[in-house]
Structure formats: structure tokens, C-alpha cells
């Protein structure tokens, strides 16, 4: 089948980076608009950063300046390179397509499963 598989937390220092990967698995013919959110221990699920297919990017204001979103559509794969990362980025991060279209049929809303963030400082 189709998922949606992260890759890349850890934990890190403050000030420190981390480059999150989202990769597709399966036979992938695209995807539209990809995102990256995260959620703290007791909090919300927000918003990140988006990118869609033709690249345009959103970030949330709290990260502007120190993440990065990307993405490869030959690869299938979104990426989210994080710097000077601060201890209230803890998080589990998660990645998530509006849309994707495979040999299995199309997909809608499709996330990931989640790759924990922790900064200490």
C-alpha cells in the first residue's frame, strides 16, 4: 500500500539542527501540496511549514528564519532542515499530503506516523 514514512528526529542541543525526511512509499505517480506539523505534549497539532508542488512555502511565524521546507517529486520525498533549534520545538513531527495519486488509486489526507524532536537546553 501507500504511506507516508518520516525520518530524521532525534535529540539534539539547543542550537543545534536537525534535517527531517518524509519519503512515499509504493508506486507513486504524484503528490500535490505536502506539509509538516508537529505536536508538543499536551498541546495542539500546528502547523509547520507547507511547500506545494510547484514549490511555493508557508512557514508558521515561529520558525521563519530557522527552518527550511523542500522537496524532490522525483524522489517522492518532502524534507524539513531545522536550525538553531530551540527547546520549545520539541515535538513529534509529522508530515502530511492533501493528495496523492499511486497505482492503488488516489489518496486524500494521507499522514505519516510521526518522528520525535527533543532539544534540550
Known sequence: ????????????????????????????????????????????????????????????????GRFTISR???????YLQMNSLKPEDTAVYYCNADRLTSQYGPFFGLWGQGTQVTVSS
Open 72 to 78: 524532490d517529486n522525483a524522489k517522492n520525498t518532502m
Open 1 to 64: 500500500q501507500v504511506e507516508l514514512v518520516e525520518s530524521g528526529g532525534g535529540l539534539v542541543q539547543a542550537g543545534g539542527s536537525l534535517r527531517l525526511s518524509c519519503s512515499a512509499s509504493g508506486r507513486i505517480y504524484s503528490i500535490g501540496d505536502m506539509a509538516w506539523y508537529r505536536q508538543g505534549t499536551g498541546l495542539q497539532r500546528e502547523l509547520v511549514a507547507s511547500i506545494s508542488r510547484d514549490d511555493y512555502t508557508t512557514y508558521a511565524d515561529s520558525v521563519k
